[in-house]
């Protein structure tokens, strides 16, 4: 193994080891549950923390992790010292919806407090992961309104 991959290695097994603690300490999430929440499995998130791979993590399923627990897929990548070149680094993002910049802001502003905070996180994450309704339920229930 060269000196590259070996630091490579290091540096997601990092990435990774401070987004579960972070998970922990502010979700109170169990490996379990991370593993619930991103799709990537128990024994992969492992291999990762402690760095035993072969070859480098699918991209696919370290974008999965990163965006089940709310983080940027780049940290990752700068961490695998993976080329970002895939997409120009001034391209505007979307528009976001008002709400949820509202939202985003209520996260983030020191005045509202954690309980609040829990709240509005426990709520996106419901709406985020409830199963849709199948398309004829939902023309029914417009019809019935």
Not at 8 to 25: N, P, Q, S
Request: with cysteine; glycine share 6%.
């Amino acid at each position: 193994m060269t000196e590259t991959t070996n630091a490579r290695k290091i540096a997601f097994a990092t990435f990774v080891r401070r987004a579960l603690d972070e998970a922990r300490a502010t979700r109170a999430w169990s490996g379990t549950e991370v593993s619930r929440r991103t799709g990537v499995s128990r024994q992969t998130i492992n291999r990762w923390v402690r760095g035993d791979w072969a070859s480098d993590p699918e991209a696919e399923r370290v974008v999965a992790f990163c965006e089940g627990l709310g983080l940027s897929p780049t940290a990752a990548f700068a961490a695998l010292g993976w080329d970002r070149a895939g997409a120009p680094r001034d391209a505007a993002p979307p528009p976001m919806d008002p709400d949820v910049e509202a939202l985003l802001r209520r996260l983030v502003d020191p005045q509202v407090s954690d309980a609040e905070k829990f709240h509005i996180r426990e709520t996106i994450r419901y709406l985020a992961y409830r199963p849709t309704l199948p398309l004829d339920s939902r023309k029914r229930g417009k019809q019935a309104g």
